[in-house]
C-alpha cells in the first residue's frame, strides 16, 4: 500500500476536487464538540484535516482518541476553506481535507515538550534530539548542511578531486590536541589514535599520484568542549600536488562560493582580501581578526619613548585604539578589569567628552606632541596598551572586539571573508620556553626562510594560510615540506630525537624520500561554516547527535564504564576509585 499521495505541505488550490491520502504527525489537535479539526505535519509542512462525524463517524472516535505527535494517515477530499477561515500565514492556507477514514499509526506518550515551546533546557533538547529534530529550525538547519556539503562536493568533483577515505583508526597525528585511543583486542595493552585529522595519509595521497585529494572527513581531538568545538566534527580536507599557496586558496574559495550559491545567497567576492599574520597582529590584535569594523589598532611605540609617563617610557610596546563613546568611570573600570583578565597590568586612558576637553590621569604626564599623536575626536576615548607585544596586541585586540560589540559597531549584515598568511613557522611555548610547530609539523618554510638556527627559530616564516570569516577562523593549510632533511630539521627544532622523529614519523620520512611531488592543502570545519551560514550561535545546533559541555551524550548516555571482563581482554584497568570519586 501507499503511505501517502503527496506531501503535507504540497496541497494547494489546484488540488480541490482531488481524493487524497496523507500521513504525517498530528501538530495539534482542536476538539469544537462536533467537529475536530487537525494540523498535520511533515518535513514540508502542515496541512488542516476536518474530521466531520456526519460525513465519517468512524474517523471521529479515532480523531478523539488522537494527541499531538501521533502518526496517523488521512483519506478524503481536498475542499475550499470557507473564505473567512483562510490562513494567509500557511501556503496549504488557502484548502483542507474533509477526513473519510483516519488511521492511528503510531501513538505517542505525553511528551517532555512541546514543540512549539520556547527555551526548552538545551540537554532535556538533547536526550529527546528525535522530537527537538522535528522542529522547524532543526528541520532547516540539516537540510541547509546538506545543501552545502552537497555544493561542496559538486565544486571539488568539477574541481577533478578524487575522494579518498583515509583511516580513523591510525597513529596519533600532530594536530595540537590529545589523541582519543582505541584498544586493540587482538594485541592487548596497544592503541590505535583515532585520527585528528587525515593529514599524513592525504600526503601520502600526493606522493601516490593521486594530485587532488578531498574528504568530507571526520576528525576527533580530545579538547575541552566549546560553542565552536566538539569530541568530533568533520573538515572538507583537501590535498593537492605541484600548487603554489595561491592555487589551494583559489580551491577554497570556489567551494565557499559554491556553498553560498547554492543556498541562494550573495556569495563574497573574490579574491578574499589577504592579511600578513604581523599585520593581522598590529592592526587588529589577533590572526583571526573580524573585519567588520575599524577600531584599529595603533602604535605609540616611537612617540613615547621619552615619555614622562614611566610607564610608557618602559614599555617595549605601547599601542592604543579610540572608541567612539565617552566612557563613564564604572565602564573604565569594567573594562579595565577584563584587560587586566587577559593579561594586562593597567587600563591608561584619555577620555575626550563632547566639548572636547580631556580626562585623564595620565594627560599631565603626556607632551603636547605625544597628545596630538592619539588624534582623538571631541566624544571619544583612547585605551593603551603598554607591555610585551604579544600581550599588548592580545589585550587590545580582544577589547576592540568587546567595545566593538558592545557599542554595536559591528556591521551584522557584510559577509568578511579573508586569508591571514605568513604565519611564523614555529611558536615559543610561554611556560616551558621550547619551540613546537605553529600549524603543523609538515608546514613548508617560506622561500628564503629554509636554513634557521634549530636553537631559536624566532623569525622564520611558514607557509601557512588560515581562512576567517568574520572573525571565525574557518580552517587552515599550508604548502607542505617535500623535503626530506628539511622535515628533520623541523622535528629537531621541535626537540625530536632524529631516533624519535623515525620511530613516530619514519613511514612519512621515508614516502618523503621516495619522489614526493610539491604539495599544499587545506582543511575547513564543516559543522562551523554550516553553523554560521545558518546564524546558529553554536555548532550543536547543526549536529544531529552532539555532546553537551561535560563531553557526555544526554541521549545514549555514553560514555559508560565497562565491565572488568571487556577490559581485561583489551588489556586494560581502569583507576575505579578515582573516576567514581570525583562524581
Ligand atoms: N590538517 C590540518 C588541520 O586539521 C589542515 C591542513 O593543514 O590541511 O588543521
Redesign the pocket.
Known amino acids: 500500500m501507499s503511505w501517502r499521495d503527496l506531501y503535507c505541505g504540497e496541497l494547494r488550490k489546484d488540488h480541490i476536487g482531488r481524493r487524497v491520502t496523507v500521513a504525517g504527525w498530528v501538530d495539534t489537535r482542536r476538539d469544537h464538540g462536533g467537529l475536530v479539526f487537525v494540523d498535520l505535519r511533515d518535513h514540508t509542512g502542515k496541512l488542516q484535516l476536518v474530521v466531520n462525524p456526519e460525513r465519517a463517524a468512524d474517523a471521529q472516535v479515532a480523531a478523539h482518541e488522537i494527541r499531538n505527535e501521533f502518526v496517523v494517515q488521512a483519506e478524503g477530499e481536498v475542499v475550499a476553506r470557507a473564505p473567512d477561515a483562510v490562513n494567509p500565514n500557511l501556503p496549504t492556507g488557502e484548502v483542507e481535507v474533509q477526513v473519510d477514514a483516519l488511521r492511528i499509526l503510531s501513538r505517542s506518550t505525553p511528551l517532555p515538550f512541546q514543540l512549539d515551546e520556547e527555551h526548552v533546557d538545551e540537554t532535556l533538547r538533547l536526550r529527546y534530539r528525535w522530537l527537538d529534530m522535528r522542529r522547524d529550525r532543526m528541520q532547516h538547519n540539516f537540510r541547509l548542511s546538506h545543501t552545502v556539503i552537497a555544493a561542496i562536493r559538486r565544486a571539488m568533483d568539477a574541481m577533478d578531486f578524487v575522494d579518498v577515505w583515509t583511516p580513523s583508526m591510525t597513529r596519533g597525528?600532530p594536530?595540537?590536541a590529545r589523541d582519543f585511543l582505541v584498544p586493540v583486542r587482538l594485541q592487548p595493552g596497544k592503541f590505535f589514535a583515532l585520527a585528528?585529522?587525515?593529514?599524513l595519509f592525504?600526503q601520502l595521497c600526493m606522493v601516490g599520484g593521486i594530485d587532488r585529494y578531498y574528504q568530507i572527513a571526520t576528525?576527533w581531538r580530545d579538547e575541552d568542549l566549546r560553542a565552536d568545538r566538539q569530541f568530533e566534527f568533520r573538515?572538507l580536507?583537501?590535498?593537492m600536488a605541484f600548487v603554489e599557496r595561491e592555487d589551494v586558496l583559489d580551491v577554497m574559495e570556489s567551494a565557499v562560493v559554491a556553498s553560498f550559491e547554492a543556498l541562494g545567497r550573495e556569495a563574497p567576492s573574490r579574491p578574499f582580501p589577504r592579511i600578513g599574520y604581523d599585520e593581522a597582529m598590529a592592526r587588529y590584535g589577533s590572526d583571526k581578526p573580524d573585519l567588520r569594523f575599524g577600531m584599529e589598532i595603533q602604535d605609540a611605540t616611537g612617540v613615547t619613548r621619552g615619555s614622562e609617563f614611566g610607564v610608557f617610557k618602559s614599555a617595549p610596546t605601547v599601542r592604543y585604539i579610540v572608541a567612539p563613546k565617552v566612557f563613564s568611570r564604572a565602564e573604565l573600570a569594567r573594562l579595565e578589569e577584563l584587560a587586566k583578565e587577559w593579561g594586562a597590568r593597567g587600563l591608561a586612558y584619555i577620555v575626550v567628552d563632547e566639548s572636547g576637553e580631556v580626562r585623564s590621569p595620565i594627560a599631565k604626564f603626556l607632551s603636547e606632541s605625544e597628545l596630538a599623536t592619539f588624534e582623538a575626536e571631541p566624544g571619544s576615548t583612547v585605551l593603551f596598551g603598554a607591555g610585551d607585544e604579544a600581550m599588548v596586541a592580545r589585550v587590545l585586540g580582544l577589547l576592540r572586539l568587546h567595545i566593538g560589540r558592545e557599542l554595536g559597531l559591528i556591521d551584522v549584515g557584510l559577509d568578511a571573508f579573508h586569508w591571514v598568511i605568513d604565519f611564523p613557522l614555529f611558536e615559543q611555548d610561554e611556560e616551558t620556553g621550547r619551540w613546537t610547530f605553529a600549524?603543523?609539523p609538515?608546514?613548508a618554510p617560506m622561500a628564503g626562510d629554509e636554513t634557521w638556527d634549530e636553537s631559536n627559530p624566532a623569525g622564520t616564516r611558514g607557509q601557512?594560510y588560515d581562512l576567517v570569516w568574520n572573525g571565525w577562523e574557518l580552517?587552515?593549510?599550508?604548502i607542505?615540506i617535500h623535503d626530506v632533511e628539511v622535515q628533520e630539521r623541523v622535528f629537531r627544532t621541535m626537540g625530536l630525537s632524529d631516533e624519535d622523529a623515525h620511530s613516530k614519523f619514519g613511514f612519512l620520512l621515508e614516502a618523503l624520500a621516495m619522489g614526493a611531488p610539491p604539495h599544499?592543502?587545506?582543511?575547513m570545519g564543516i559543522e562551523r561554516f554550516v553553523a554560521l551560514m545558518a546564524g546558529e550561535p553554536d555548532i550543536r545546533q547543526v549536529i544531529a547527535f552532539p555532546k553537551v559541555s561535560s563531553g557526555s551524550d544526554p541521549l545514549t548516555g555514553a560514555p559508560t564504564p565497562m565491565p572488568d571482563e571487556i577490559l581485561r581482554e583489551l588489556g586494560i584497568g581502569a583507576l575505579q576509585a578515582e573516576s567514581s570519586s570525583s562524581h
Open positions: 597525528t594536530e595540537g585528528q585529522s587525515p593529514q592525504k576528525c573538515q580536507d583537501l590535498e600549524h603543523h609538515f608546514t601557512h580552517g587552515s593549510g599550508s607542505r599544499g592543502g587545506f582543511a
